[in-house]
Nanobody, 126 residues
Framework: EVQLVESGGGLVQTGGSLRLSCAVS????????IGWFRQAPGKEREGISC????????YYLDSVKGRFTISSDNIKNAVYLQMNSLKPEDTATYYC???????????????????YGKGTLVTVSS
């Protein structure tokens, strides 16, 4: 069974940085897509960044391009999200997600993935 455990959330001021981590276990496929979603209060969950394992191709939501960077460590079975220049509108619960899709990472990132972690809260104060 795939398990995803996020960490690294917290309270940060506008303009600050945070690095989210996701520990991944139970993955049995060589090729998959993994990434990050977020959900703010009263809003739908949205995919913000995903990476495909086969070639490390990435997808970013327009609102986070240039500020967020996704990376993965196949040896440690982990995926990270470096978030810089944080804004109050980035406040949300952030979820790690996994999918067996081998397509462009933007597709599962925009339409949803098979597995999600329990999330970690990021709060950006103004």
């Amino acid at each position: 069974e795939v398990q995803l455990v996020e960490s690294g959330g917290g309270l940060v001021q506008t303009g600050g940085s945070l690095r989210l981590s996701c520990a991944v276990s139970g993955v049995t496929f060589d090729h998959y897509t993994i990434g990050w979603f977020r959900q703010a209060p009263g809003k739908e969950r949205e995919g913000i960044s995903c990476i495909r394992s086969s070639d490390s191709s990435t997808y970013y939501l327009d609102s986070v391009k240039g500020r967020f960077t996704i990376s993965s460590d196949n040896i440690k079975n982990a995926v990270y999200l470096q978030m810089n220049s944080l804004k109050p509108e980035d406040t949300a619960t952030y979820y790690c997600a996994y999918d067996q899709a081998r397509v462009d990472p933007g597709i599962p990132c925009q339409y949803g993935m098979d597995y999600y972690g329990k999330g970690t809260l990021v709060t950006v104060s103004s």
